[in-house]
């Protein structure tokens, strides 16, 4: 008999679909501290430097023809102007100085970056204050030659399902998908923006696989995982039954996947009659014919903040317009919904420097960055406006607290807005409305809904902080479940104010494609779901099967649960077997 070596791990699936093959692990390890040397050692040590420099500006010439070969001019221009600072004489001296004054080579590059990046910090200029970051990065691009460590498209040379404690959503967004089998994260959660990002581009993944990491080293880099995306399943060395079982598995997906497209026209119609109209959830064009594919009726949520994590300075209004542009046409007359920035927090940015924060999730993320930051708001809602002009836009402010913060959004849109029709430009017209993600929001949307047009309940953050639940702690998956009645009621209210105030009222949280979730947010009212492109043809099926009577007696029920459990029960019995 064979041994069955295979170590099985119960985690969170996270984005649905089978990965087999070889794993890698993701690990940016920190560089060495600068160490003093002797006088003696500098010339050796400046020759070190000086290869070193040059291999970095050689690497990053070869990477921006690859870029510019696969059609990314921009991005080929940013590596190309990064080769010309590695080979910046300017830079080179005011290492060398440091070594002779007894720095090794690594804590010479590094220090001589940040004097340079200070430098250019404090000047004027945006473009050339943005060009800071860019010399921190090449100068750690170096200081990692120095030291033999890999730099980031050294991560994933080949294929491999991605192994790491957590994945940071830049990461995640710039790593080759199509290198990506799969990804297992050792910590994370279902809402954490790496788990979105995955089941956005359709690679299955999985979070929260506590001691996966002492698993994978201990099989060794010659041994496969296979990751289930849709149970959470995950075996390390796997055995030809889980093999055989997987593969079932994979077969069955492929064929699910066929029906939701054949399925993609059907209304989502409830049996006595009351229609909920299902939207998706996108982060960049790429992803919209996908969607359309699938049956969404328009975009609830375009998470813009990928367009500005992929890249070392902001996109120009123009390019956003590209951007926006291509989703409405993609959407041919339905209505887009773009929301404005949403970084910090887990989105940090690095031509964005921020202060660091003790709770960044607590701190100057999303709009609230429109008080140091107005133009960064400006530039988008002036893109959004101009794509308007191609189709139905609407703009959605992330983090609104409170009424002031609404006014903050129209004095934004206003701004934008007047600027354009005094330069003449061609715009249309933009429905302007909120995230209603931070209780107080809810609590107080009474008193100014009447000034906006609409607004959409973004339930992951919603969750965490009504519950004080980090979004991406895997301890505490017990509290992630959005039927909790606490969020329960906050939706009810948001749907009473949305129907006095007379506004649209949308969820764009991932509560909305959770088929179970969609059946309690339709039987509290809400009769707009956005949600990952894949999760609508379950969604759609489970409100087809469902009557919306009973599921307003059963979310009645649900308010006056004790616990999310309890009131999840409720909506599993009313739902078709
Ligand atoms: C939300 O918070 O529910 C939401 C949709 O926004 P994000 O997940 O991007 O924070
Ligand atoms: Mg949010």
Same mark, same amino acid.
């Given at each position: 008999m064979i041994e069955d070596r295979a170590v099985r791990i119960a985690a969170v699936a996270a984005a649905p679909g089978v990965a087999v093959g070889r794993w890698t692990e993701l690990r940016r390890t920190a560089l060495p501290a600068p160490r003093r040397i002797d006088q003696a050692d500098a010339p050796a040590e400046s020759a070190r430097l000086k290869a070193a420099a040059n291999d970095a500006a050689l690497e990053l010439m070869a990477l921006s023809d690859q870029v510019a070969e696969s059609g990314h001019e921009d991005e080929a221009a940013i590596f190309a102007a990064h080769a010309a600072m590695a080979w910046d004489p300017a830079l080179m001296d005011a290492a060398i100085r440091e070594i002779e004054a007894g720095t090794d080579a690594n804590g010479a590059i590094r220090s001589a970056g940040q004097a340079t990046a200070a430098t250019l910090a404090a000047v004027e200029d945006e473009l050339i204050r943005g060009r800071s970051t860019d010399v921190l990065d090449v100068c750690d691009r170096i200081a990692r030659r120095l030291a033999g460590l890999p730099t980031d498209e050294d991560l994933l040379p080949a294929p491999a399902i991605v192994v790491a404690e957590d994945l940071a959503p830049s990461l995640t967004a710039t790593l080759p998908r199509e290198r990506i089998l799969g990804i297992a994260l050792e910590s994370g959660s279902a809402t954490s923006h790496a788990a979105i990002l995955a089941r956005a581009y359709g690679i299955p993944a999985v979070?929260?696989?506590?001691?996966?990491?002492?698993?994978?080293?201990?099989?060794?880099?010659?041994?496969?995982?296979?990751?289930?995306?849709?149970?959470?399943?995950?075996?390390?060395?796997?055995?030809?039954?889980?093999?055989?079982?997987?593969?079932?598995?994979?077969?069955?997906?492929?064929?699910? #996947?066929?029906?939701?497209?054949?399925?993609?026209?059907?209304?989502?119609?409830?049996?006595?009659?009351?229609?909920?109209?299902?939207?998706?959830?996108?982060?960049?064009?790429?992803?919209?014919?996908?969607?359309?594919?699938?049956?969404?009726?328009?975009?609830?949520?375009?998470?813009?903040?990928?367009?500005?994590?992929?890249?070392?300075?902001?996109?120009?209004?123009?390019?956003?317009?590209?951007?926006?542009?291509?989703?409405?046409?993609?959407?041919?007359?339905?209505?887009? !919904?773009?929301?404005?920035?949403?970084?910090?927090?887990?989105?940090?940015?690095?031509?964005?420097?921020?202060?660091?924060?003790?709770?960044?999730?607590?701190?100057?993320?999303?709009?609230?960055?429109?008080? !140091?930051?107005?133009?960064?708001?400006? !530039?988008?809602?002036?893109?959004?406006?101009?794509?308007?002009?191609?189709?139905?836009?609407?703009?959605?402010?992330?983090?609104?607290?409170?009424?002031?913060?609404?006014?903050?959004?129209?004095?934004?849109?206003?701004?934008?807005?007047?600027?354009?029709?005094?330069?003449?430009?061609?715009?249309?017209?933009?429905?302007?409305?909120?995230?209603?993600?931070?209780?107080?929001?809810?609590?107080?949307?009474?008193?100014?809904?009447? #000034?906006?047009?609409?607004?959409?309940?973004? !339930?992951?953050?919603?969750?965490?902080?009504?519950?004080?639940?980090? #979004?991406?702690?895997?301890?505490?998956?017990?509290?992630?479940?959005?039927?909790?009645?606490?969020?329960?009621?906050?939706?009810?209210?948001?749907?009473?104010?949305?129907?006095?105030?007379?506004?649209?009222?949308?969820?764009?949280?991932?509560?909305?494609?959770?088929?179970?979730?969609?059946?309690?947010?339709?039987?509290?009212?809400v009769r707009s779901l956005s949600m990952t492109a894949p999760s609508l043809a379950a969604v759609r099926r489970a409100i087809r099967a469902a009557s919306a009577e009973r599921l307003r007696e059963a979310a009645a029920a649900a308010l006056a649960a004790p616990s999310a459990a309890e009131a999840r029960v409720l909506f599993v019995t009313v739902q078709p077997s």
């Amino acid at each position: 008999m064979i041994e069955d070596r295979a170590v099985r791990i119960a985690a969170v699936a996270a984005a649905p679909g089978v990965a087999v093959g070889r794993w890698t692990e993701l690990r940016r390890t920190a560089l060495p501290a600068p160490r003093r040397i002797d006088q003696a050692d500098a010339p050796a040590e400046s020759a070190r430097l000086k290869a070193a420099a040059n291999d970095a500006a050689l690497e990053l010439m070869a990477l921006s023809d690859q870029v510019a070969e696969s059609g990314h001019e921009d991005e080929a221009a940013i590596f190309a102007a990064h080769a010309a600072m590695a080979w910046d004489p300017a830079l080179m001296d005011a290492a060398i100085r440091e070594i002779e004054a007894g720095t090794d080579a690594n804590g010479a590059i590094r220090s001589a970056g940040q004097a340079t990046a200070a430098t250019l910090a404090a000047v004027e200029d945006e473009l050339i204050r943005g060009r800071s970051t860019d010399v921190l990065d090449v100068c750690d691009r170096i200081a990692r030659r120095l030291a033999g460590l890999p730099t980031d498209e050294d991560l994933l040379p080949a294929p491999a399902i991605v192994v790491a404690e957590d994945l940071a959503p830049s990461l995640t967004a710039t790593l080759p998908r199509e290198r990506i089998l799969g990804i297992a994260l050792e910590s994370g959660s279902a809402t954490s923006h790496a788990a979105i990002l995955a089941r956005a581009y359709g690679i299955p993944a999985v979070v929260g696989a506590a001691g996966l990491i002492a698993a994978v080293r201990a099989a060794g880099s010659s041994k496969d995982l296979a990751i289930d995306g849709s149970s959470g399943v995950v075996v390390v060395d796997p055995g030809d039954d889980d093999r055989v079982q997987l593969a079932e598995r994979a077969t069955a997906d492929r064929a699910a #996947r066929e029906r939701d497209l054949e399925e993609a026209a059907l209304d989502a119609v409830t049996t006595d009659g009351i229609a909920v109209t299902l939207l998706a959830n996108i982060g960049g064009p790429d992803e919209a014919s996908a969607a359309v594919a699938l049956g969404a009726r328009g975009v609830g949520l375009f998470r813009t903040e990928f367009l500005f994590l992929e890249r070392n300075q902001p996109p120009s209004e123009d390019e956003q317009v590209d951007a926006y542009r291509r989703v409405v046409e993609a959407f041919g007359g339905a209505p887009v !919904t773009i929301r404005l920035l949403d970084v910090g927090g887990d989105k940090p940015i690095p031509y964005l420097p921020m202060p660091t924060e003790e709770n960044p999730f607590l701190g100057v993320r999303a709009l609230r960055l429109a008080a !140091t930051r107005p133009e960064l708001f400006v !530039t988008q809602l002036r893109a959004c406006y101009r794509a308007a002009a191609a189709g139905p836009v609407k703009v959605m402010a992330p983090m609104v607290a409170d009424g002031r913060d609404v006014e903050t959004l129209l004095a934004l849109a206003s701004q934008a807005r007047s600027a354009l029709l005094a330069e003449g430009v061609l715009i249309g017209d933009v429905a302007l409305g909120v995230m209603l993600e931070i209780p107080s929001a809810v609590l107080t949307a009474p008193a100014w809904f009447g #000034r906006t047009r609409f607004a959409s309940l973004g !339930t992951n953050d919603l969750l965490q902080y009504t519950l004080a639940v980090d #979004r991406g702690n895997p301890a505490l998956e017990r509290y992630r479940d959005s039927l909790h009645p606490a969020l329960l009621q906050l939706i009810g209210s948001a749907v009473r104010a949305a129907d006095a105030a007379g506004i649209e009222l949308s969820v764009c949280g991932e509560m909305a494609g959770d088929p179970v979730a969609a059946l309690a947010l339709v039987g509290l009212g809400v009769r707009s779901l956005s949600m990952t492109a894949p999760s609508l043809a379950a969604v759609r099926r489970a409100i087809r099967a469902a009557s919306a009577e009973r599921l307003r007696e059963a979310a009645a029920a649900a308010l006056a649960a004790p616990s999310a459990a309890e009131a999840r029960v409720l909506f599993v019995t009313v739902q078709p077997s």
